[in-house]
């Protein structure tokens, strides 16, 4: 079963726009990654956060971690209509590699 | 690092048949792991391995699906017996152990269809 949830579920902007997307999540997690998927494709790694850690930058990504809340959110800056996608955080616990998957969000950019 | 290869990237077949699939993961990775996600949802756990080792293996998996990597290498999932149910796709991931947390690779599946 997925561990939590993602919000939104579907997003449409324009080129150049910020698309933010957020995650919560059950239990106490070891990390949190997020996950890139391009349709009929595998997952692609995008960036990982750990437990201590509470915000973390990539290029145009930036990724925030709140654990009191188990809530995390992915911010992706002046995008473009490669980054046409779904969205996926994934938590992991502590003593297991295995990821729980969210059950995503949809980014459509609009060029 | 030529990436996890899946094959076949797709199958069809009739209910009630067994099915095998195949993953080689990159080569110097000694975890593997499947996943399986249906239509509009995120992956779900399946299995992992750590070389020949099967880990950790989910609820979800039922006794008519099986996985193996037998010398630590390339790994295969076979499901006996399918059901409509069973129509997904099945990804494979590998990673290496390290220092901290390490990334998973995924392929890009196998997208199994019962008819």
Do not use: K
């Given at each position: 079963s997925q561990q939590g949830e993602e919000d939104p579920q579907a997003l449409s902007i324009q080129e150049g726009e910020n698309a933010t997307m957020n995650c919560s999540y059950k239990t106490s997690i070891n990390n949190l990654q997020w996950y890139r998927q391009n349709s009929g494709r595998g997952l692609v790694h995008l960036i990982l956060i750990r437990s201590n850690e509470r915000e973390k930058h990539s290029g145009r990504l930036r990724v925030t971690l709140d654990t009191s809340k188990k809530s995390s959110s992915l911010l992706i800056t002046a995008?473009?209509?490669?980054?046409?996608a779904s969205y996926f955080c994934a938590t992991a616990r502590i003593n297991t590699d295995k990821l729980i998957f969210g059950t995503g969000t949809r980014l459509q950019v609009f060029p | 690092d030529t990436g996890v290869s899946q094959d076949p990237r797709h199958k069809i077949t009739k209910r009630g048949q067994n099915v095998t699939f195949r993953c080689d993961p990159i080569?110097?990775?000694?975890r593997l792991y499947w996943y399986r996600q249906t239509l509009g949802q995120g992956p779900e756990f399946l299995t992992y391995f750590q070389n020949e080792a099967q880990l950790e293996k989910s609820r979800?998996?039922?006794?008519r699906f099986s996985a193996e990597r037998p010398k630590g290498s390339f790994s295969t999932l076979e499901i006996q017996r399918?059901?409509?149910?069973?129509s997904a796709m099945y990804l494979c991931a590998s990673s290496q152990t390290g220092t901290g947390v390490q990334p998973q690779h995924f392929g890009d599946g196998t997208r199994l269809s019962i008819l």
């Open positions: 995008s473009r209509a490669a980054d046409t | 080569s110097e990775h000694n979800l998996l039922s006794d399918t059901e409509q149910g069973d």
